[in-house]
């Protein structure tokens, strides 16, 4: 009797596992629409992908532009967290890659995140060179002015927030305040010390959506206040700004989800009719 309990068990544990396992090639493609509902002028659009964590990822590239080759992308927006192992670097390019081909109108920018941080000096330059070489603008604390459809936009990456890497001041210090403005950053706690700097939209990852959540995610805790406020994925709102926490694509630790999936998300922004035309005064 004891020998068929531990059977059941173990073939249950194993299940367990296996549907875990196949949980991370569950890929959710998520459409986000932000303003619009009177404003005639057609959206930004733009994919994010955010965590690839290249070390547990169980979507290949041509997968992963297969899943995407229908869809108008006006810029992508890459989130941190690609890898934390110099041995995995080489793996980036074909991702990137394969979203090259998807012809983004307004390119690609990324933010780094936490663990891209663990790789030092030389290893972390070929994770930047590997990046800008592949078309990639790589924001750290910087900003960039971008035209969209005739009408000029700030483009903020806000460095890593958990590894004490944000610089607020630094990042805003080159735009125009008139202007819509989209922040891209890896952790989105940064959103509570961000009460005097405005944004039109900010999109994150970091959180993974929990990745395991079963029944919830509590070994999040100690990742920030926005956890203990049970903003850990999706949209979400902070002193009357909208903000996305994506899921992320890979995984951290061992390769299963539970109660998550990763996560693609087309993010459809309509900007304020008062945006500044191409031809005013910057």
Not at 61 to 70: I, N
């Amino acid at each position: 009797m004891n020998m068929i309990f531990i059977t059941a068990i173990f073939f249950l544990l194993f299940w367990t596992i296996y549907r875990a396992y196949m949980n991370t090639r569950n890929v959710v493609i998520n459409k986000i629409q932000i303003g619009g509902q009177t404003n005639p002028d057609s959206p930004l659009t733009i994919l994010q992908l955010s965590d690839l964590h290249l070390e547990n990822i169980s979507i290949s590239p041509k997968q992963l532009y297969d899943q995407l080759a229908g869809e108008e992308i006006d810029l992508i927006a890459l989130t941190g967290d690609f890898l934390d192992r110099q041995r995995t670097i080489d793996k980036l390019g074909p991702y990137l890659k394969a979203l090259d081909k998807l012809n983004a109108k307004y390119g690609m920018f990324a933010v780094f995140g936490n663990h891209d941080y663990v790789l030092r000096g030389e290893n972390f330059q070929r994770l930047r060179d590997t990046l800008r070489e592949n078309g990639v603008t790589v924001l750290q604390n910087e900003s960039k002015i971008i035209s969209i459809n005739g009408k000029l936009v700030n483009i903020i990456g806000i460095d890593d927030f958990s590894t004490g890497r944000s610089n607020l001041r630094e990042s805003y210090s080159q735009i125009n305040q008139s202007l819509s403005t989209i922040v891209l950053t890896h952790d989105p706690n940064i959103v509570l010390h961000m009460k005097e700097y405005q944004y039109d939209y900010l999109m994150a990852g970091h959180f993974h959506g929990g990745q395991i959540c079963y029944p919830k995610a509590y070994h999040l805790v100690k990742m920030g206040k926005l956890v203990r406020m049970n903003m850990i994925k999706g949209l979400h709102h902070y002193d009357g700004k909208p903000f996305y926490i994506n899921e992320g694509l890979g995984q951290t630790g061992v390769n299963i989800r539970v109660g998550s999936r990763p996560e693609i998300t087309i993010h459809n922004i309509y900007f304020p009719s008062a945006a500044i035309e191409e031809h005013a005064a910057v």
